[in-house]
C-alpha cells in the first residue's frame, strides 16, 4: 500500500538530470512534490530569505550537470548507501541561525529589516484523487557541490552575526567596543602561580583550622566569655564620705620607725604645723630614750629623720620635728568637747607597719576613764586619760594617729585598746583589736602639745592630796599618809584651802560620779591648771559639796 506517495518509477539516490536539461541558471524539470504535495519551488525560493531548518524542506534541487558518477553499480536490492533514496530527497544545506544578540545591545541596520514569511504548505488530497500535474519549470537556487562553500555576491550576502556576538564578552568595562582590531591575541595560561597560589591557600587554611580547634579544646567553646562590669566612674568622692575623708587626712598623716637601746617600734603621728612639728604618743618615741633614731615616712613615701621636742607620760603624748621638709599639710584640729556618741569617725595608720591604713566606726562612748602603761612597775609610766571610746577598728601601730569626724578634723589620738585576752601571744606580741578603742581627747591633746613645743615639759593640774589607791568602796578616798610618811593633804594647796581632811571620800566632780581613784585623777587632768571644781564628799557620813581652783604641776 503506497499511503497516498506517488506510485511511478523511483529514481535512484545516485541518478542525474538527464543530459537534455536544463543548466542551473536555467530552467529546469519540475521538482518531485513530497508526501503532502507542497511545491519544492515555493520551499526553495523562500530559502533564499530566511533560514529555514532542514527539516522544513521535503525535497532537494536536481544537481548540476557533469557531476561524477558513483563508483558502485546500483543495488539491485535498493540497500542503502547505494540503493534508492526512498520517498524523500536530500536536503539543501543547512543554513545556521543568526545568534540572537545580548539584550539592549545595538543590531547593524541590515539585521533589522523584515523578512519574508513562509508559505504555508496547501492541504493533502484525497487519495483517489490523481497525482497533481507538474508546476512549470521554475527557477531553482544554484547548490554547490557538497563540501564546497557557498558563494554569494557581497552585495547579498551580510556578514553574519557570529562573528560579532562570539567574541562579546558581558563582562568587559561598559562603552568598550564589541570586537579590536587587528589579530585576536591568545590568552597564557599560567598554572605555575595558579598551583602555587593553591598550594598556598591549603597550607593557610590548614594552619588556621588546627589553631581554631586548639583554641576551642583549650576554652570550651569558640565564643569568648566577658563578664559585665560597671564602667569607669569619676574619682571623686563626697567630702563626708569615708573615701573623701580618707583623701583629705591621708597626706597628713606619717609612720614613725624608732630605734635605741636594743628596742624599736613603729607608730603613727600627723602633721600639726608648717614648721614640722608632728604628735604622737608618748609609747612610740620611748624606745628611742635621749639618742635614739626616729625616722618618718610620709604618705607619698618620703623619708625625713626626726627629733625630739618633748614628751609626758601622764598624758602619753610626745612631739617631734623635722626639719627641711617642704609642702607639709597641717591636719586641722576639731573640738572634742562637741562630739556625740553615735558619731561616726574614721581611724588612720600603720597597724603593723601596715602604712595608710584606714578603718571606720562611731563614738561608742565619751569621758572613758582608762589607764594605760605601767610596764616599769614604779607607776612613773602610767597614763590616765579621760578616753573617748570607738569602735573602728585600732591595732598596734594605730598609737599616735588621727580619730577624724566627716569634716577631716582631729577629734582624738588613738592610744589604747582593749584585748580579749592577757594581751600577750606566743611571742609576746599584743592580741589584735575587738572593737574597743580608746582615743584622747584632742582638747587636751592641743593643750599638752602647745606646752611641749613652746616649752618643752607639760604641766598638769593637782588638788594637792594622796590617795589611798587600794580603798575598795565607791569614790576616791583621800588618804591618811602621804608617801614618805608625809601629810596626805599638803599644806597651802588647793585641797587644804578648800577644806579637805585625811580620810574623806570624793564622790562626785561638777556633778560626775566618781568610782575610784584612778577615775577622780582623769577627771582632774582633763581640765586645765587654774579651773575651778565643783567637788561633792562624804565625811563622817555626811554629805559636802567644796569648791576649789586646780593647781599646777610640772610633769617629770
Do not use: C
Request: proline share 12%.
Amino acid at each position: 500500500m503506497d499511503d497516498g506517495k506517488p506510485t511511478g518509477a523511483k529514481a535512484k539516490w545516485w541518478s542525474r538530470p538527464s543530459a537534455g536539461s536544463a543548466s542551473a541558471s536555467g530552467p529546469q524539470a519540475p521538482a518531485p512534490q513530497d508526501a503532502q504535495g507542497t511545491e519544492d519551488t515555493d520551499v526553495a525560493s523562500a530559502a533564499q530569505d530566511v533560514p529555514v531548518a532542514p527539516t522544513e524542506l521535503a525535497t532537494a534541487a536536481p544537481e548540476p550537470v557533469g557531476r561524477p558518477q558513483p563508483l558502485h553499480e546500483p543495488d539491485p536490492y535498493s540497500t542503502p548507501p547505494y540503493g534508492g533514496p526512498g520517498p524523500w530527497a536530500p536536503a539543501p544545506p543547512v543554513q545556521r541561525p543568526v545568534p540572537t544578540p545580548a539584550h539592549g545591545t545595538h543590531v547593524p541596520p541590515q539585521y533589522t529589516a523584515p523578512q519574508p514569511a513562509l508559505r504555508t504548505p496547501p492541504p493533502l488530497p484525497p487519495a483517489h484523487q490523481a497525482p497533481p500535474q507538474p508546476l512549470p519549470p521554475a527557477p531553482q537556487p544554484h547548490l554547490q557541490a557538497p563540501g564546497t562553500a557557498e558563494q554569494l555576491p557581497p552585495q547579498e550576502r551580510p556578514q553574519p552575526l557570529s562573528s560579532v556576538w562570539l567574541q562579546y564578552d558581558p563582562w568587559s568595562a561598559p562603552g568598550q567596543p564589541l570586537t579590536h582590531p587587528g589579530e585576536p591575541v591568545a590568552r597564557k595560561r599560567r598554572r605555575g602561580p595558579l598551583l602555587i597560589g593553591a598550594v598556598v591557600l591549603a597550607l593557610v587554611a590548614g594552619g588556621t583550622g588546627g589553631a581554631i580547634g586548639a583554641y576551642i579544646e583549650r576554652n570550651g567553646g569558640i565564643t569568648r566569655i566577658e563578664l559585665p562590669q560597671a564602667g569607669r566612674e569619676s574619682g571623686d568622692r563626697a567630702p563626708e564620705s569615708v573615701a573623701g575623708i580618707a583623701a583629705s587626712a591621708l597626706p597628713s598623716v606619717v609612720t614613725l620607725h624608732v630605734s635605741g637601746g636594743g628596742e624599736q617600734g613603729t607608730g603613727t603621728g600627723f602633721v600639726l604645723d608648717r614648721q614640722g612639728h608632728i604628735l604622737t604618743n608618748n609609747h612610740v618615741v620611748d624606745p628611742a630614750g635621749a639618742s635614739g633614731d626616729i625616722t618618718i615616712t610620709f604618705s607619698g613615701g618620703e623619708t625625713a629623720d626626726a627629733t625630739l621636742v618633748g614628751k609626758d607620760s601622764g598624758y602619753d603624748l610626745a612631739v617631734v620635728k623635722v626639719t627641711g621638709v617642704a609642702g607639709l599639710k597641717p591636719l586641722p584640729l576639731g573640738n572634742s568637747d562637741n562630739v556625740r556618741v553615735g558619731d561616726p569617725v574614721v581611724a588612720i595608720g600603720a597597724p603593723f607597719d601596715l602604712q595608710n591604713t584606714v578603718t571606720s566606726g562611731i563614738i561608742s562612748a565619751k569621758e572613758r576613764p582608762i589607764t594605760a602603761g605601767g610596764e616599769k612597775g614604779d607607776g612613773s609610766d602610767i597614763s590616765y586619760v579621760d578616753a573617748l571610746q570607738t569602735d573602728a577598728p585600732i591595732n598596734p601601730g594605730n598609737s599616735g594617729g588621727p580619730l577624724v569626724d566627716t569634716k577631716a578634723r582631729v577629734i582624738g589620738i588613738n592610744s589604747a585598746i582593749r584585748a580579749a585576752d592577757s594581751g600577750t601571744g606566743s611571742e609576746g606580741g599584743q592580741a589584735g583589736s575587738i572593737g574597743l578603742g580608746f582615743a584622747i581627747p584632742i582638747n587636751q591633746g592641743k593643750r599638752v602639745a602647745e606646752e611641749l613645743i613652746n616649752t618643752g615639759r607639760a604641766t598638769h593640774p593637782v588638788i594637792g592630796v594622796s590617795l589611798d589607791m587600794k580603798f575598795t568602796g565607791d569614790g576616791a578616798r583621800v588618804g591618811d599618809k602621804g608617801k614618805d610618811d608625809a601629810a596626805a593633804v599638803t599644806p597651802g594647796g588647793p585641797a587644804d584651802k578648800a577644806g579637805i581632811r585625811a580620810g574623806d571620800v570624793i564622790t562626785k566632780v561638777d556633778g560626775q560620779l566618781v568610782h575610784s581613784g584612778e577615775e577622780l585623777i582623769v577627771k582632774i587632768r582633763s581640765h586645765r591648771p587654774g579651773d575651778r571644781l565643783e567637788l561633792t564628799l562624804e565625811r563622817g557620813g555626811k554629805e559636802r559639796t567644796l569648791t576649789l581652783t586646780l593647781g599646777s604641776a610640772d610633769s617629770s
